[in-house]
């Protein structure tokens, strides 16, 4: 069992072989009553959060408190990565639209994504279809796997665009110059948005 | 329970605010199978994984195979921090010796450190009082914290060395260049360290 | 003199006490045949390395090869913090106007910055009035001192804007995702600036 | 010229291409007194800068300071690699022998080293025939390389050991726990040494 919580804590994002053996030790060195809140709270985390069948997101409540929130725009959908990224938005406090959480990116190398279950495209899809918005927002990183994803999307969205009675726009986040960028080592990729993206 | 489970994950070792929320999340991610096995195997660690009453090191299987194994010398005690240092002695292979697992280090401002339970100086007295070895090394970390807990180790057995029958030598890892040091860029310490135990 | 080879390496960019140090060591070492070449070189690089009058950028050559290229779009001038970042966009190999080059940053508390002669915000006055471009782009970095020279450069040139006989666009460079940008660490300015300039 | 510099930069100790132009720009931006200023101390650093004949040190002033010293052990000789491993181990402050500056390592890979004009071991093996010590300590660094150039000095001072009327002793720094090493992260090498070189 031992030996088993290792591969256990492996699966965990950003564990690697070293730290997977010291959380074991030092679950080992932990009393019974600790183990027992620990796999109490393990099993029963389904109770607390749900995953709202909607947007996908994890939320506590009663029910998915931006899915109903009717104040919020739901002619806007933002699909993000994953839950983390979801917060960071909501924390820079300019986003009122609607969320749907893909689940991860489509994987060019690393084993552990997609994580179990796969990436949601098809509840994406449905999710568009029922929802209609007038513009989806593909907030996925700028990286080689997130650009990936995005691209991927845009195809399997098409025919919505194409069928659905009004014209559903998608756009990407913009890109150029974040915070704390130099020019000095700036990438021929960043500078040229940069500076296409002018205003 | 989900910020029940980011406040335990808190306590692991070397785990922050953003990392334990990653693993909220992920666990969230899981299916109730995965979560099952998972808190199965937490509440059974202690069936597989025992904490030899002798050394304090924590062992798999019937016993303690180094305090159980007589080809080992009795009158050599390394006493160790952790679990993971005894590993890293053993794998260099040279220690033919017993061990004493402290379980951590005195902390001077980390609040993590020692870890629920405290430290066993109480134990390690009685286990000199009742061993009698000739030679006790402390294999503390070369650290503040780990010559800290040195001299506070030597302090505590102070009397067992002048009330017992026989004399116990009480030794220390050698101080001087560990492989790789530069001597531009060492410090006055390790470089006096080094010219007095130079051979 | 040794002292003062220190300091004088102290005065080069990104350069510290111990490397000063070390280089004044490694030129100690060197033969008489090494260090006159070096002296050569460093007396000669104005004869080989001119400052362009008009950009400010230095040159190599008879004249400088941008403000000279008849071909490059005159009406675009991009203010730039320094050479090498001239030179990285001109690597980016997307952007056919001229340049000029402001020979830092407002500092906001790094001694080092400005560097001898200070920040060219007269002569950059003087090389908008006689240029008259249509636009000039902002190309300083996405720091806190960046942003504060391009607004100081704004309130600069505001009286050229409003009293020539064409209006002046003023520019910067898009702000959003860079190049390896991943949501879940992403700054809020960042997201913020994202969002704003989807597309 | 620039391209020059360039080059000269790039054999400057630690210093690769994208410093090497900066420091070329560097100079180029700057006066013609700070350029004269720069060239005439470099021209000049060999009129402030001796190296001792004898130990091969660097120094300022009539004499080197260490060996016209009567009251270093002149029954000591530490031989080191180069002048700032010297100056670090006079910080320390608890040395009082006589030094040989090597002039650098053994290279197994790195075409920087040794520095033009080789190394020194002709000139230690007539140091030591001359001074005859009564123990030569090899300060070398705890590398391959440092190693490495120890075994090659003790093989080529091998005949003086034994055939010099008084016997040489010939040590090295002391191998163990350099100041911050924790034994969870050491190598077999450094936990072998440490535990050797226990006392």
Do not use: W
């Not at 019974?32 to 109490?40: G, P, R």
């Amino acid at each position: 069992m031992f030996n088993r919580l290792i591969e256990i804590f492996l699966k965990f994002p950003g564990i690697g072989p070293r730290q997977a053996k010291r959380f074991a030790y030092f679950l080992a060195g932990q009393d019974a009553k600790f183990l027992k809140d620990f796999a109490d709270n393990i099993l029963e985390i389904k109770k607390d959060i749900k995953q709202c069948d909607s947007c996908f997101r994890f939320y506590a409540g009663p029910q998915c408190e931006i899915c109903s929130n009717i104040n919020r725009d739901k002619n806007l959908l933002m699909i993000v990565e994953k839950d983390v990224d979801l917060e960071n938005i909501e924390k820079a406090g300019i986003y009122n639209g609607k969320y749907f959480v893909l689940g991860g990116t489509l994987s060019l190398t690393n084993s552990k994504n997609p994580p179990a279950g796969g990436l949601r495209f098809k509840e994406l899809f449905n999710k568009v279809q029922k929802a209609k918005p007038l513009e989806i927002i593909l907030a996925t990183s700028a990286t080689a796997e997130g650009e990936n994803t995005s691209l991927y999307i845009e195809k399997i969205l098409e025919p919505l665009r194409q069928s659905q009675g009004k014209h559903i726009k998608i756009t990407r986040l913009g890109r150029g110059l974040s915070t704390g960028t130099e020019l000095e080592y700036s990438d021929s990729q960043t500078i040229s948005n940069a500076l296409k993206n002018r205003k």
